[in-house]
């Protein structure tokens, strides 16, 4: 069973620019959640998605907004990117919400701000 | 609000060594906690799970028990590896909602010398 997918890797942008990042979940999965990784403020939670619906957000600003598709397959949006977007965003997808279920981590992509 | 603690590393061991890794938590009512590990450029690994006080979760060495009269969930390991070298991570979900957000400790980085 192939896992938790997400592209790009490694993402180059400017300050000002905007992204989009993908992730695909692992099949029959339809619990997507983001998370921020950094050196500073670890990780963070930013959505969670089910069903299509935004079940859970962060405290993040609203340049970060996501969505899911109807085959479960999640993008994150970064509008007017700022030095410190910078960041590992992950992925995970389980079968459903709640906490019996396994969350499954994509590798991540590696966004940098310049 | 719910939160989680984790000693600072990095931790240090030689290959063979006790492992322990602190983690407390705060949190209302009975959180399910987890321990996760990330290895170099990869994403998170659930490692083990505790849904519930005095469970013991393990998986292939490492345990952990959920302690509620002491709000922990140490990880242990009896004799550790040079492939245990990784980025260790405390987490819960919180009580009684269907959610997938994980709140996650700082991360501690084991470094096993042979």
């Known amino acids: 069973k192939a896992g938790v997918t997400q592209t790009p890797r490694y993402l180059i942008k400017t300050r000002g620019q905007q992204v989009t990042l993908s992730c695909s979940p692992i099949?029959?999965?339809?619990?997507v959640s983001w998370y921020q990784q950094t050196p500073g403020q670890g990780l963070q939670f930013l959505f969670e998605?089910?069903?299509?619906?935004?079940?859970n957000k962060g405290n993040f600003p609203g340049r970060f907004s996501g969505r899911q598709f109807s085959n479960s397959r999640s993008e994150m949006n970064v509008s007017t990117l700022e030095l410190g977007d910078s960041a590992l965003y992950l992925c995970?997808?389980?079968?459903?919400?709640?906490?019996?279920?396994?969350?499954?981590f994509g590798p991540g992509t590696r966004l940098t701000v310049t | 609000g719910n939160s989680v603690t984790q000693m600072e590393g990095p931790v240090t061991l030689s290959e063979e060594a006790f492992l322990t890794i602190n983690c407390t938590y705060t949190?209302?009512?009975?959180?399910?906690l987890f321990w996760y590990v990330q290895y170099p450029g990869e994403g998170l690994q659930l490692l083990l799970k505790?849904?519930?006080?005095?469970d013991k979760g393990s998986n292939k060495g490492f345990e952990a028990t959920y302690r509620k009269e002491t709000t922990s969930f140490h990880l242990e390991k009896g004799s550790v590896q040079v492939s245990d070298s990784a980025v260790y991570f405390c987490?819960?979900?919180?009580?009684?909602?269907?959610?997938?957000?994980?709140?996650f400790g700082t991360g501690t980085l084991l470094a096993v010398q042979p």
């Open positions: 995970a997808s389980s079968l459903t919400r709640g906490e019996t279920y396994e969350q499954y």
């Open positions: 099949s029959g999965h339809r619990s």
């Open positions: 998605y089910f069903s299509e619906t935004q079940r």
């Open positions: 949190a209302t009512g009975y959180p399910s």
């Open positions: 505790a849904t519930k006080a005095d």
């Open positions: 987490a819960l979900i919180r009580e009684g909602g269907a959610t997938n957000k994980l709140i």
